[in-house]
Structures are given as C-alpha cells and as structure tokens.
C-alpha cells in the first residue's frame, strides 16, 4: 500500500521503513522536492540503486561485498567542475585537477608502471630497488629517452658504458678535457692538446695529433714487466734526433750496445769494454793512464774524467807537421779491401793512375808522376750509351770566361745554341711551335703549338689533350677562344686517359677571347702556364 503525503513538510520523530520505493514531489511530475534526514539513511537490500537527475543519467548502486558503482564515464567532482574522478574508458581511472593534484602520505605505495606526459619533480629523493642490470640503453632500472642531467655529483657501482659511436666523455667547462669514440679500431681520441695528467698538473701526457708528449716535473720512470723497452718494429725508431737529442747515457755493470742483433756488441766488464760480434770479438781495450801518443803521431787524447783515469783517443790530423808534397815519391795509407781490410800504403803516382782509370783511360783522364789531367781524346765511345741526356755533361774550352776547361750540361749548351725559330728543352734542340695556326672544332684534339677557334660559340664544346701517341716532355700547346664564350657556353679542354691538368681531369674556360698555354711537364701530366 503506498502513502502520500500532501505538499509541505513532514516531520518524523520515528524511524520511517520503507519496503517499497519512496518518490519525494514538490506536486508536478518531475519529482523535484526534498527528502531531509536528520540520522541515518539506510538501504537494506543489495544492489540499491541511487538515481540522479531528471533522466536518472547519473546512478550510484550498490555493490555487495564491495563498495558502490557510479555508472559509466559520469563524475565524482570536488569543489566546481575542474576537479573530479572517473572512468574515462574500461580500465582506466582519471584524476583531474584544473591546477593540482597533491598526494600528502608517509609513504605512497604505486604497484604498476606510471606513464607521465610532463614533467617529474621531487622535493626528495628519486630511488628505484629495481636491481636489473643495464646491457642497453632500454633495459636497465632508470631508463630516460633523452638526455640526462646532473647538477652534482654521480656516483656509479660497476661499469659506465658509452654506446653510441661517436660518444664523447667531457670534464669540465672552461677548459674541457674530452675523450671521443673514433668508431674505428677500437679507439678513443683524446682531443688534441688536451692533457691527461697524473697526480698534479706538471705530470701529464699530451698530443697534438702528430707527436705524443710525456711530460714530468721530476723524472719519467719506465717500469717493463718483460725486461724491455723497445720500438714496434725493427728498426722503426731513433733515440732522439738531429738538434733534440740526448744529453747522457748510463748503463749498469755488464751493460752490452748491440748493433743489428749482435753483429757488433760493446759490453762493459770490470771497468774493460770488449767490442765484440757474432763472430769472435775482434777488438778489446783496457783505456787507463797508460794510454800515451807519440810525436807527431796524428793522434789526440784529452782527459775527460780525472777521477777515474779515463782518457779519450782521436785521430788529429791538424797536430801532424806540414811537408812538402812530392806526389812522384810520397805515399798515402789506405784500406786494402782485396786483402783483408788490411791497413796498407800506396804511391800518390800509383793512387793517380788507379783512380783515372788504370792503363785503359777511357774516363778522359790521363795521370804522370801523380799529377791527374784531362785527356777528352781517351774518352770510350762506348760511354754515350744508347742516347744523350740533357742532364749529361760536355767538357769544354771556356775562353770567353776565361776559366779554360770547363763542363757544361747538355741541356746547357742546347739553351746557349738555340736561336731564333728553334727551342731547346732538355738538351733536344727543335723548331719552334710557332708555324701555321691550327683552327680547331668541337671534339677535336689540340696540336702542338698554336690552336684557336673561328667565329662566335654558339654552344658549349670539348676539346682534347693527346694520350697516344703520347706527347713529348716539353711539348707546349697553346689554345685561344673566340668571340661568345661565357657561363653557358664554355670550352672544355679535358686531358685523356689517366692523363691529367695540374692534377685535375679537365679546364673550363669561361670568358670570351680566353688563352691558356699547356706544357707536357712529365709522363702523364700537364701544367697550365
């Protein structure tokens, strides 16, 4: 049975039960009054529903055991419309905020990743238990991205790996120090002039990507666990160079100088140096104050360590007394190669003779009683061999400049004898390249001497430089444009073959009544002058 109440107020003292629905009016259809309950509104039945609104669009049930259920994208608000709570899709819960959403716990326990759009900020500390250990750039516990910034310290427990080709490590701001990945053979490039120091600043080493310094404020130690210090390979590097070079040497007792892998060794033993080799030793020494050199000996020796009674022993041909030469009689000391190396003596006379050539003369030199003189009348034909250098010599009588025989190159004398209408180069005397100009058309080859084009360009050509047969060293080919040449229609001169033009395939000239002169300077290659 349903009760009504007319239009107005009710008051109830009592409990008011209800096993049916309850409609609240203000008297129209639209059930739009009020229901007041000073206690407890109690609905006894599971999956009561709350109905909202004229349509019933919004609805708040009941859900057992559980909790209660607003119904599909609808909104729990706080305060105006901007803030409020709800399901924006199956499975997702939205917060919205128009300013802020402010979380204030001891601790906030999130289990499931968090997918943020803007930007993170943390009063505190950032810090994730996760121990996955990083192999790439998308698996370890704190991936980012992009780029990664710190205003202090970073402190990393095992490796920092780099792993981007390329990748740069860099220390400091004003004066960076960087390392950089060289992507090719396993190497890391210290930028040039940049110092890896150690211990403080005056201990360091440096490149300049052409020479490595080690520089020390004290002493550089070199500490080799195989008993060594030595080059890449055999005979790469000096000990020091012309103008930079050693100042000292110390070896300890028993030290050896071996030349080209005991060849020649120098050892030291009990204050002896023996000089010996791969054979038996060939010299040993003992240098005390005994050392002594006789008069007019040839011979030097200047003490340069008195405490230890050492004496240094050398050659001084200034200290030997002058004598009047008499090349027919005198003698001189030389090394017989055909008798052991052995130290022997020689006629000035019979040296003379040996050196222009013994008894056959064929080197245009003649020698009596020691005395050398030039003889052209001996010279062998079998000398000129098959053909004349302009860099081979010819003997002459100088009698212009006075200087009586004298030599001369016969590319020299070719330039001396060339007149008018001939050209000398490298000794080959020719006719000049002067003769009757060469009219010349789109693809063809230049002759030598004087080529040019007739009448006005009307398009771009190409012309060419022989290869075969191939040109002469020296040959010159001088080329002149027309009327008409500019920007668009050029003249291409281009070299054949492997041949090249100041090592460039090709020349465009450009301006109307251009010239260039092209000289065969060596096989292959041709020079602009």
């Known amino acids: 049975m349903a009760y009504k109440f007319s239009v107005g107020t009710r008051v109830l003292s009592g409990n008011l039960v209800v096993s049916g629905n309850i409609s609240a009016s ?3 259809p639209d059930h739009n009054g009020d229901i007041t309950c ?7 039945s599971d999956a ?25 994208t609808r909104q ?11 399901q924006s899709s199956d499975g997702v819960l939205d917060l919205v905020a128009d300013t802020e959403i402010e979380i204030n716990a001891t601790t906030v326990d999130i289990n499931g990743a968090i997918d943020a759009s803007s930007t993170i900020t943390a009063g505190g500390i950032i810090k994730t238990d996760d121990t996955t250990e990083a192999t790439s750039t998308t698996d370890g516990s704190l991936q980012t991205d992009g780029g990664l910034s710190v205003a202090k310290s970073a402190v990393i427990g095992d490796d920092l790996d780099l792993l981007s080709n390329a990748a740069i490590f860099k220390v400091g701001s004003d004066q960076p120090w960087t390392l950089t990945h060289a992507n090719a053979s396993n190497t890391a490039v210290v930028t040039a002039d940049h110092r890896l120091a150690f211990g403080d600043a005056g201990d360091y080493i440096t490149g300049d990507g052409t020479d490595i310094s080690v520089v020390s404020s004290a002493d550089i130690i070199l ?6 210090v030595k080059p890449a390979s055999d005979d790469q590097a000096a000990l020091g160079v012309a103008g930079t070079a050693w100042s000292d040497l110390f070896l300890a007792s028993g030290g050896v100088i071996n030349f080209d892998s005991g060849d020649v060794t120098l050892t030291h033993t009990n204050d002896v140096l023996t000089i010996g080799g791969s054979s038996s030793p060939t010299l040993t020494a003992t240098l005390t104050n005994a050392l002594s050199k006789a ?12 405490s230890a009674a050492v004496s240094d022993l050398a050659v001084d041909l200034d200290s030997l007394s002058a004598a009047a030469v008499d090349v027919a009689a005198d003698s001189i000391a030389i ?17 003379a003779a040996a050196l222009v050539g013994g008894g056959s003369k064929v080197y245009g030199l003649d020698s009596t009683s020691g005395l050398i003189k030039m003889d052209i009348s001996t010279l062998s034909t079998a000398l000129t061999g098959s053909g004349i250098d302009g860099m081979d010599l010819l003997a002459l009588d100088d009698v212009a400049g006075g200087s009586g025989q004298s030599k001369i190159t016969v590319a020299g004398l070719a330039a001396k004898m060339a007149g008018a209408g001939l050209t000398a180069v490298n000794g080959v005397l020719r006719t000049d390249a002067g003769g009757t100009p060469n009219a010349i058309v789109n693809g063809e080859q230049l002759s030598e001497g004087w080529n040019y084009l007739t009448g006005t360009l009307a398009g771009a050509i190409t012309l060419g430089l022989p290869q075969a047969p191939a040109p002469t060293v020296g040959d010159t080919y001088y080329f002149k444009a027309g009327p008409g040449v500019d920007g668009t229609r050029t003249v291409t ?14 020349i465009v000239l450009e301006s109307p009544y251009g010239a260039i002169s092209l000289v065969y300077m060596v096989s292959g290659s041709w020079s602009i002058f």
């Open 295 to 306: 008069s007019n000996s040839g011979l030097a020796m200047t003490s340069f360590n008195g």
């Open 26 to 28: 203000g008297g129209g």
């Open 223 to 228: 500490s080799a666990a195989g008993a060594n």
């Open 76 to 86: 729990l608000q706080f305060g105006d419309d901007g803030t409020y709570i709800f």
């Open 335 to 351: 090394i017989d190669a055909n008798d052991s190396n052995g130290s022997r003596k020689e006629s000035v006379s019979d040296f």
């Open 48 to 72: 009561a529903v709350v109905n909202f609104g004229v349509d019933k669009d919004v609805t708040l049930t009941h859900v057992a055991d559980t909790g209660l259920l607003l119904n599909s």
């Open 38 to 44: 000073a206690d407890d509104f109690v609905f006894s």
């Open 493 to 506: 001169i281009a070299a054949s073959g492997a041949h090249k033009i100041d090592n460039e395939s090709s």
